[in-house]
C-alpha cells in the first residue's frame, strides 16, 4: 500500500516539494561553509519523494539547535511554508487529506532538520 501512496504522492506534489529541497541544496553548496546544510536538503528531498512508510524520530542535542536556529532563518521558513500552503490545498478534499498529513509532516521535518533521522515503519 505504501509503494502506491508514494507513486500517487509523486503526482500529487511531491515531485515539487523534491525539486524545492534541491534547489535549495544545491544554493546552500554553492559556498564551503553551507554544505553541511546543503547535504541535509538532500536527504529531506529523498523524504519528499517518497514519504509514506517512513517516521521521523528526533536525536538532536545542543548543536542540532543551534544548527536549527539558523536554519530557520536561512532557508526553513520558507521550505516549511511552502509545504504548508500544498499541504492544506491538498486537505481542501476527503481523498487528498492523507497526501496533505505528509505535507505536514515534511513541513514539520522543515522546521529543524538537524538531528532528526527518517526510519522505515515496518
Known amino acids: ?13 511531491g515531485l515539487l516539494s523534491a525539486i524545492g ?3 535549495t541544496g544545491i544554493l546552500w553548496c554553492i559556498t564551503i561553509v553551507g554544505i553541511p546544510v546543503g547535504v541535509q536538503c538532500f536527504k529531506l ?7 509514506f ?8 542535542g545542543l548543536g542540532s539547535c543551534l544548527l536549527n536556529v539558523l536554519w530557520f532563518f536561512f532557508g526553513g521558513l520558507e521550505m516549511a511554508l511552502e509545504n ?14 492523507p497526501f ?12 529543524s532538520p538537524f538531528g532528526a533521522r527518517v526510519v522505515r515503519i515496518k
Do not use: D, R, Y
Not at 500500500?1 to 500529487?12: D, E, Q, R
Open 1 to 13: 500500500m505504501t509503494l502506491l501512496g508514494n507513486i500517487v504522492w509523486i503526482l500529487c506534489g
Open 21 to 23: 529541497w534541491w534547489i
Open 100 to 111: 496533505g498529513l505528509q505535507f505536514f509532516k515534511i513541513a514539520k521535518l522543515s522546521f
Open 45 to 51: 528531498s529523498a523524504i519528499s519523494l517518497n514519504p
Open 53 to 60: 512508510g517512513k517516521e521521523i524520530v528526533n536525536e538532536g
Open 84 to 97: 504548508l500552503v500544498i499541504g492544506g490545498i491538498l486537505c481542501l478534499t476527503v481523498v487528498g487529506i
